[in-house]
C-alpha cells in the first residue's frame, strides 16, 4: 500500500522561503511529483524527480531522497499568489501515482 | 479545445439516478484517469485508462464504471448514485502510463447527491 505523509497546513510571510516536507512508502518507486492546486480549480503541475538530489525550477525547487523515502518543495521570494495547496504525489511500481492529503499554505504581507 | 475538457461543471442529483460525467482531451495522450478529492481525503483514483479499449481500478472503484472507446474520450458513470459520492471529480490524462511523465487534470465537475 501507499502511505504519504505532508503537513495538514503552513503560513509563511510575503518574501520569505518555505519548505513543505513530504514523507513517503510505496510499493516500488518510479519517481515523485509536485502538484499546486489553488482553491476552486485543478491541480497543476510543478515539479518531478527521478534520481536523489535537487531539481531548480525558479523560484521552485524540488529535493528527493530515495533512500530515505523523503522529498521537499522549496518556496523563495513567496508572492501573495504562492497561497495554495501543495501535493505530493509519488509514482509507485506500477506507474501509477497516489497523491497526498496536500499541504495548505497560507502566504501573509 | 485546448487540454482537457469536463462536462457538466456542476450538478446536483437526486440519490439513485444514473449520471455520465465526461472527459474529452485533444491531446492524443494514450493514459486516462478519473479522481476524486474529497476535504481531508485527497485526491483518490477511482479508474484510469492506460489506452484506447481498455480500463483498470483504482483504489475506490466501487459504484463507478469507465468505458474507453476512443483516445480521446473517457466517460465516468454512476449506475445509481448515493450521498457518499458527492465530491468533485477530476480527469485527467498523459501521455504513456508505463514511464515517468506528468498528468494534465481537466478543471472539475462538482457533484452533489441529495
Known amino acids: 500500500g501507499q502511505n504519504i505523509d505532508q503537513p495538514t497546513e503552513m503560513t509563511a510571510t510575503e518574501g520569505a522561503i518555505v519548505q513543505i516536507n513530504c514523507t513517503y512508502q510505496?510499493?516500488?518507486?518510479?519517481?515523485l511529483f509536485w502538484y499546486q492546486q489553488h482553491a476552486g480549480e485543478a491541480p497543476t503541475f510543478l515539479s518531478y524527480n527521478v534520481l536523489d538530489g535537487l531539481e531548480e525550477k525558479g523560484r521552485f525547487s524540488s529535493f528527493l531522497s530515495r533512500s530515505k523515502g523523503y522529498s521537499y518543495l522549496l518556496l523563495k521570494e513567496l508572492q501573495m499568489k504562492d497561497s495554495a495547496s501543495y501535493l505530493c504525489?509519488?509514482?509507485?511500481?506500477?506507474?501509477?501515482?497516489?497523491f497526498g492529503k496536500g499541504t495548505k499554505l497560507s502566504v501573509i504581507p | 479545445i485546448a487540454g482537457i475538457t469536463q462536462a457538466p461543471t456542476s450538478q446536483i442529483l437526486a440519490a439513485g439516478r444514473r449520471m455520465t460525467l465526461r472527459c474529452t482531451q485533444d491531446?492524443?495522450?494514450?493514459?486516462m484517469y478519473w479522481y476524486r478529492q474529497d476535504l481531508g481525503l485527497g485526491l483518490r483514483l477511482i479508474h484510469y485508462s492506460n489506452t484506447a479499449g481498455t480500463t483498470g481500478k483504482g483504489e475506490v472503484p466501487d459504484g463507478y464504471s469507465v468505458s474507453r472507446a476512443n483516445t480521446d474520450d473517457f466517460p465516468l458513470t454512476l449506475a445509481s448514485a448515493v450521498p457518499s459520492q458527492t465530491s468533485v471529480y477530476f480527469c485527467a490524462s498523459s501521455d504513456d502510463i508505463g514511464r515517468v511523465n506528468e498528468q494534465f487534470f481537466g478543471p472539475g465537475t462538482r457533484l452533489t447527491v441529495l
Open positions: 504525489a509519488p509514482f509507485d511500481g506500477s506507474y501509477q501515482l497516489t
Open positions: 510505496t510499493s516500488g518507486f518510479n519517481g
Open positions: 491531446m492524443r495522450h494514450n493514459a
